[in-house]
């Protein structure tokens, strides 16, 4: 079925190349999420970027990857700490809606990512409460995610088992599997 190219041509890639993130264009990206729906407007999503040009901030997170996730990650051109804020602002109340709302904010980054010719590759392969110590986190925000971002680079670049990984064609459910009429596991 035919879709949007932005859509089917976002990839989780491994590989990256070594061209530096323009200020700007991270930025865009940023304000692409901005404007991501959420819950009564809450906007529950916050991040921390490091580009590769400060090597302590990179570095700082870089650290806080599990090793199996480092040997690919730290040649992106900036990681991303996703936190999404667990409370309501005007109530004090639990948000079961900051995970999701968060989501889509990050799905946005991506979209515009992905329009921008970078790729990125969410990884949730990290210690979190080292990421919470070391990027100063305040109680209320959960660590989601962190994003290695960049452009897309040569799989040859990669060990084994990623680079197999990394050429392998990219597959996705049948939408049967998916997507049911009436009830949960009837088809369409």
Known sequence: MEIHNILSSRKSIRAFDRRSIRETDLLRLFEAARW??????EQPWRF?????????????MAACLFDSNK??????????????????????????????????AVANLGFQATAQNM?????????????????????????VVIIALGYQGSSES????????????????DLDELHFKKQFGEIR
């Open 71 to 104: 040997i690919w990650a730290r040649h992106a051109s900036a990681l991303i700490l996703v936190l999404a804020k667990n409370k309501f602002t005007d109530s004090d109340m639990p948000n079961t809606y900051a995970l999701y709302d968060t989501g889509m």
């Open 158 to 173: 990669l060990p084994e088992p990623y680079r197999t990984r990394e050429e392998m064609p990219r597959k996705r459910k």
């Open 36 to 41: 991501a729906p959420s819950s009564r407007n």
């Open 119 to 143: 790729s990125l590759h969410q990884l949730g392969g990290f210690d979190h409460a080292r990421a919470i110590e070391l990027f100063h986190v305040p109680d209320g925000y959960n660590p």
């Open 48 to 60: 921390i970027s490091a580009r590769k040009e400060d090597s302590e901030s990179f570095e700082k």
